[in-house]
């Protein structure tokens, strides 16, 4: 069983930044690719970024598109999302998300799909204050 936990959010100005952290825990000795999806208060879960197991595909929702930066450091089973300009818009719980490691590898139709993912964390609330 893999457990994801996610780290980094908070309060933050508009305009400011923020990088959220996420852990797969135990080491699983596996690489996984995974993805960071949002949920703000009454709103579907939405597709924010996603990174393949090598880092060298990256994929990115078009509300964050060149403001969020996705990257992974495999040595820690860590994946970051960095936060840049962040608006009110913003605001909402950020969930890490990993695919199986015996399933299909994202793709880019596939990588925005809840489907894909087997294992959520608990998530981290990030709040943007105008």
């Known amino acids: 069983q893999v457990h994801l936990v996610e780290s980094g959010g908070g309060l933050v100005q508009a305009g400011g930044s923020l990088r959220l952290s996420c852990a797969a825990s135990?080491?699983?000795?596996?690489?996984?690719?995974m993805g960071w999806f949002r949920q703000a208060p009454e709103k579907n879960r939405e597709f924010v970024s996603a990174?393949?197991?090598?880092?060298?595909?990256?994929y990115y929702g078009d509300s964050i598109k060149g403001r969020f930066t996705i990257s992974r450091d495999n040595a820690k089973n860590t994946v970051y999302l960095q936060m840049n300009a962040l608006k009110p818009e913003d605001s909402a719980v950020y969930y890490c998300?990993?695919?199986?490691?015996?399933?299909?590898?994202?793709?880019?139709?596939?990588?925005?799909?809840?489907?894909?993912?087997?294992?959520w964390g608990q998530g981290t609330q990030v709040t943007v204050s105008s």
């Open positions: 998300a990993a695919p199986s490691p015996f399933g299909p590898a994202l793709t880019d139709r596939t990588v925005g799909s809840l489907t894909q993912y087997d294992y």
């Open positions: 135990p080491h699983t000795g596996t690489i996984l690719s």
């Open positions: 990174i393949d197991w090598s880092g060298s595909s990256t």
